[in-house]
């Protein structure tokens, strides 16, 4: 059985919206055992296996429209992919129509959930610290036909800033386009800083004007039995590691 961390926020009926965790699939270590990312060395047919008993378990409507993310600002009409489209480089899905199911991968880096409020759009989005500072949550957030204080977001599991450490180019970054910035930054050893990705969505999101931010706190480095993290693999002299999905979706009417 996948285990699974359901979105814990005030979603109209009928959006579904969750987190998969490494629990319940069928791939051997060192991706063991539910890898949903096909850009690792697991073995195709693997991670296809994993996918299929996601969709089963899950009922889902369709095959998400699976992203080859590249850490950029790109967001993509989820309703536009068949089953049989190659995964379009971007980083970020939305969609308005129902049964089609938005997701992204990740292993460290931020996923972010979003729902109007009437339930009639939706949207996932993949970001780590160069997606926030290229402006994915704001490219995702111009995409809604809703102004943004009608939106939700919900942050699934991400690297905690007690173990994501960064140099000072990173914060630079962010500091030289919006001084608030400052915030999500502590002084760390030999001139490095801890970032802390959970609150760089929230002033980003702050500033487009979407106040309604749910979950996050969640720490894949250090939950090592339920989350994936590239950083702790690294850490671990390994090469690679899985990747845990995020998805979401407006179910079909009747």
Do not use: K
């Amino acid at each position: 059985m996948i285990e699974l961390i359901e979105a814990d926020w005030p979603a109209p009926a009928g959006i579904h919206a969750l987190q998969t965790t490494r629990v319940g699939g069928v791939s051997p270590m060192p991706y063991g055992e539910l890898n949903l990312g096909s850009n690792t060395g697991d073995a195709p047919t693997v991670v296809a296996q994993n996918r299929r008993l996601l969709r089963e378990q899950l009922a889902l409507p369709r095959e998400p429209a699976w992203l080859r993310q590249v850490h950029g600002r790109q967001v993509i009409d989820a309703s536009a992919l068949s089953a049989n489209d190659p995964a379009p480089a971007a980083d970020a899905a939305a969609t308005s129509a129902a049964g089609v199911v938005c997701a992204v991968l990740s292993a460290d880096c931020l996923p972010v959930l979003f729902c109007s409020d009437d339930g009639q759009w939706i949207a996932a989005a993949h970001a780590g610290w160069r997606g926030l500072a290229a402006g994915v949550l704001e490219a995702t957030i111009a995409r809604a036909p809703q102004p943004p204080s009608r939106l939700l977001a919900w942050f699934g599991a991400a690297i905690s800033p007690l173990h994501f450490e960064v140099g000072p180019e990173v914060r630079a970054i962010f500091v030289e386009a919006c001084a608030d910035d400052a915030a999500a930054f502590v002084p760390g050893r030999d001139g490095r800083w801890q970032a802390d990705l959970y609150q760089l969505a929230r002033l980003r999101l702050a500033r487009t004007g979407l106040q309604r931010v749910y979950g996050g706190g969640r720490c894949c480095y250090a939950e090592a039995q339920q989350f994936y993290s590239f950083r702790r693999a690294c850490h671990q002299g390994q090469a690679e590691t899985g990747r845990m999905a995020t998805l979401i979706w407006r179910a079909l009417p009747g």
